[in-house]
């Protein structure tokens, strides 16, 4: 079986810092922002995508989505949006967990999230290690919690043992996890319960105007828009630029 042409991922974790890194090693440039935001700024769903070897990688960072502090209606109602970017299915899922501080509470949460986009989502997720420097025997609980999330996952896991110096043969070897984890899933993305619901519930009225600007200045040139549900305080959307994730050296050592 083939390698699908076009790869959507969505990355989900408590640190910003630590999913926006893992974003930036898959596609080998610095295009999510890596320091946490201010307070007065609410985050949302972050989408970018590169060409790698003949097909598109999409990554949707979703660092709004692991706050303990959301209602389970805001929660919901973020989750909506981030599916929408996914559409018409993400292909996997990615669990980025910090041994040293994550919990039974911390794996409940993302089990509830997943489950939102549909009880088989868990069928298409890998566990992502962070820190390599964790040892087992130092907190059996937090152990035992990514222990379980793993063994949900099939058995899945990936661990970049130096996050910021990660070499492209770590995540070569992270997309052939992936399309394995495709292949077992019939080479099909997940069908997101949730997306009926958000069809007849997103309006265009939800879009802002920046974003419908760049709408139609996207649709005008014949490419796909990426929308970015971000605050419009400090930050605006903008649209996505294809081929540039990737140098031509980089792009040779992957997908073989």
Not at 2 to 19: D, M
Not at 78 to 96: M, Q, W
Not at 149 to 162: A, I, K, M, N, V
Not at 215 to 231: E, I, P, T
Request: proline share 4%; net charge negative; aromatic share 8%.
């Amino acid at each position: 079986m083939e390698a699908v042409s076009e790869l959507r991922i969505v990355i989900l974790g408590k640190s910003f810092p630590q999913t926006s890194t893992v974003g930036n090693l898959i596609l080998g440039k610095s295009v999510f922002e890596t320091e946490d935001p201010p307070h007065s700024v609410e985050f949302h769903c972050d989408i970018v995508g590169g060409h790698v070897e003949g097909r598109n990688i999409i990554i949707i960072n979703t660092p709004h989505l692991y706050d303990p502090k959301l209602s389970n209606e805001e929660l919901n109602r973020k989750i909506k949006k981030c599916v929408s970017l996914s559409r018409p299915g993400p292909h996997a899922f990615l669990l980025v967990v910090q041994p040293h501080d994550f919990t039974q509470k911390d794996r409940n949460l993302l089990r509830y999230i997943l489950n939102s986009f549909g009880d088989q989502a868990i069928n298409y997720s890998i566990v992502i290690n962070t820190d390599s420097g964790f040892n087992t025997s130092e907190d059996e609980s937090r152990f035992t919690a990514i222990q379980e999330l793993t063994e949900e996952c099939h058995g899945r896991h990936h661990s970049f043992s130096q996050l910021h110096e990660s070499s492209r043969s770590s995540v070569c070897q992270l997309f052939e996890k992936i399309d394995q984890m495709v292949k077992d899933n019939g080479g099909e993305h997940l069908a997101c319960e949730s997306f009926e619901d958000e069809e007849q519930s997103f309006k265009p009225d939800d879009l802002t105007a920046h974003q419908k600007q760049d709408k139609r200045a996207v649709q005008g040139q014949g490419v796909r828009l990426f929308s970015q549900y971000l605050h419009v305080e400090t930050r605006s959307s903008t649209t996505m630029r294809w081929g540039e994730a990737l140098s031509p050296e980089d792009q040779k050592s992957c997908f073989r």
